[in-house]
């Protein structure tokens, strides 16, 4: 029952989110035509949900530890539903302002999400089954995704108020759920099943205090963070835009046929990464595995510069561009996260992938502003154009990053591209704190 919860609770979540880019013609509709509703207004809608998330990743941690993981998860899929109820009524009731709010309280409440659903899990179940359970929770939520970029551009032409209410009666759902978690949590807790959970006192002042450590990660710590901000920011902006792209250019799909292409990355990454995870654990060289996850994504974003100037080859269609895209984001979730949890110090561990999600989400503000910018403000076709260039420059840009990162590593010792079994051997001496000569000790003998 717990298992189904934590699948189910974010699962509102990601279907609300791209929302907007799955019914962006129709909206555009709805609100009067591209005049009222530009395409700055429509990426603003996914620019305002990363607002909160700039502060938000260095507090919600002591807020869930404050207020305990089972009131944590039912306020803040609260937020989420409350934020999509008010997009909704102003959707309904053609307010632009109202939409902003409600996405921003989606954007507060997501961050909290995924830290209370990451709390439950680590109660429930041993250390030695999490990797599997976390892959049925992606799976479950990256299929959220999926299923809204097919289901609600057919909603949509039934009626655009249907589409959106759509969205809240699933975060309702989530919503519900976060109340089943609990009321299981709580049973699970009186029967002895988990633990008691414990309310930590870590102090504000502490938390900030800790954060000037971020200024002593190592270089490729910073490397690896740039390199995943860049890389999100150009996957889920393409998200965002690509159904339009693939609607205005080239062979200028129908909206249903945009919205499937969009939904096959997702589809992709419910099933990929677990595979990555184990070939990359099993094998290692997990450099080289994000360098080539960069190299693919900068294909896919080129192949796209190639669709909407109106190449009509097989490998510059719509179905090849996205394949490869899902391939790359599968690959990288799979190498970029455990990479950045082996190179920093395990006290510093947290405060790195908050720094990771910060830049993440200033990713996701600048990229979409600057591309709304300009398709906003130049005629088409070049809008698009202009559009793909961008998503093609940041692309590059993380795949550079990602080659300097590699070849810092090997100018250190190269551990981030050793094999599995050596990669085994570095992190059990971390853990047991044997010595560095032990460890090169260990090495040798396997070699």
């Known amino acids: 029952?717990?298992?189904?919860?934590?699948?189910?609770?974010?699962?509102?979540?990601y279907w609300s989110y791209d929302i907007p880019g799955a019914i962006q013609d129709n909206l555009t509709r709805w609100f009067g035509g591209p005049t009222k509703y530009t395409e700055a207004d429509h990426l603003m809608?996914?620019?305002?949900?990363?607002?909160?998330?700039?502060?938000?990743?260095?507090?919600?941690?002591?807020?869930?530890d404050k207020v305990g993981v089972r009131y944590g998860a039912i306020i803040t899929a609260g937020l989420i539903l409350s934020g999509q109820v008010l997009y909704s009524l102003g959707v309904q009731f053609l307010?632009?302002?109202?939409?902003?709010?409600?996405?921003?309280?989606?954007?507060?409440?997501g961050e909290g999400l995924f830290v209370t659903q990451g709390k439950f899990a680590t109660r429930w179940f041993p250390g030695d089954k999490l990797s599997f359970l976390f892959g049925i929770v992606i799976a479950g939520s990256r299929l959220g995704t999926a299923l809204n970029f097919v289901a609600m551009?057919?909603?949509?032409?039934?009626?655009?108020?249907?589409?959106?209410?759509?969205?809240?009666?699933?975060?309702?759902?989530?919503?519900?759920?976060?109340?089943?978690?609990?009321?299981?949590?709580?049973?699970?807790?009186?029967?002895?099943?988990v633990g008691p959970y414990e309310y930590h006192q870590t102090s504000l002042?502490?938390?900030?205090?800790?954060?000037?450590?971020?200024?002593?990660?190592?270089?490729?710590?910073?490397?690896?963070?740039?390199?995943?901000?860049?890389?999100?920011?150009?996957?889920?902006?393409?998200?965002?835009?690509?159904s339009y792209i693939f609607q205005h250019t080239g062979q200028f799909h129908s909206e249903a046929s945009a919205s499937l292409f969009i939904s096959i990355p997702n589809f992709?990454?419910?099933?990929?990464?677990?595979?990555?995870?184990?070939?990359?654990?099993?094998?290692?060289?997990?450099?080289?595995?994000?360098?080539?996850?960069?190299?693919?994504?900068?294909?896919?974003?080129?192949?796209?510069?190639?669709?909407?100037?109106?190449?009509?080859?097989?490998?510059?269609?719509?179905?090849?561009?996205?394949?490869?895209?899902?391939?790359?984001?599968?690959?990288?979730?799979?190498?970029?996260?455990?990479?950045?949890?082996?190179?920093?110090e395990e006290d510093k561990v947290g405060r790195a992938f908050g720094a990771a999600v910060i830049l993440e989400n200033l990713g996701y503000i600048i990229i979409p502003a600057i591309i709304g910018h300009f398709?906003?403000?130049?005629?088409?076709?070049?809008?698009?154009?202009?559009?793909?260039?961008?998503l093609l420059g940041v692309s590059t840009f993380s795949f550079l990053l990602s080659i300097i990162a590699l070849i810092?590593?090997?100018?250190?010792?190269?551990?981030?591209?050793?094999d599995g079994k050596t990669k085994h051997l570095l992190k059990e001496s971390l853990k047991t704190k044997i010595s560095q000569t032990d460890t090169e000790k260990l090495i040798d003998f396997k070699k």
């Open 375 to 390: 398709q906003t403000n130049l005629p088409e076709p070049s809008k698009y154009y202009v559009t793909v260039d961008i």
């Open 153 to 193: 551009p057919a909603l949509a032409r039934v009626s655009v108020p249907l589409a959106v209410w759509m969205g809240s009666v699933v975060c309702g759902v989530s919503f519900v759920c976060s109340g089943v978690a609990y009321w299981v949590d709580l049973r699970g807790e009186k029967l002895e099943i």
């Open 408 to 418: 810092t590593d090997q100018a250190n010792g190269g551990k981030l591209n050793s």
């Open 1 to 13: 029952m717990i298992l189904l919860c934590l699948s189910l609770i974010p699962y509102g979540l």
């Open 268 to 344: 992709l990454s419910i099933i990929l990464p677990p595979l990555f995870g184990k070939l990359i654990d099993l094998k290692g060289f997990t450099s080289l595995w994000v360098s080539l996850s960069n190299l693919l994504q900068s294909l896919s974003m080129g192949l796209l510069l190639c669709y909407a100037l109106g190449m009509d080859t097989a490998l510059c269609s719509p179905w090849v561009v996205v394949s490869i895209s899902g391939i790359a984001y599968s690959m990288f979730v799979s190498a970029t996260w455990p990479m950045i949890a082996f190179i920093v």
């Open 95 to 109: 307010q632009y302002w109202l939409c902003i709010i409600g996405r921003i309280l989606i954007g507060l409440g």
């Open 205 to 242: 002042k502490k938390i900030l205090l800790s954060m000037k450590d971020l200024i002593h990660l190592p270089k490729i710590a910073w490397l690896v963070i740039f390199e995943t901000a860049s890389f999100y920011a150009c996957f889920i902006t393409f998200l965002a835009v690509g």
């Open 45 to 64: 809608m996914y620019s305002v949900y990363s607002y909160p998330n700039l502060l938000t990743p260095l507090f919600v941690g002591y807020f869930i």
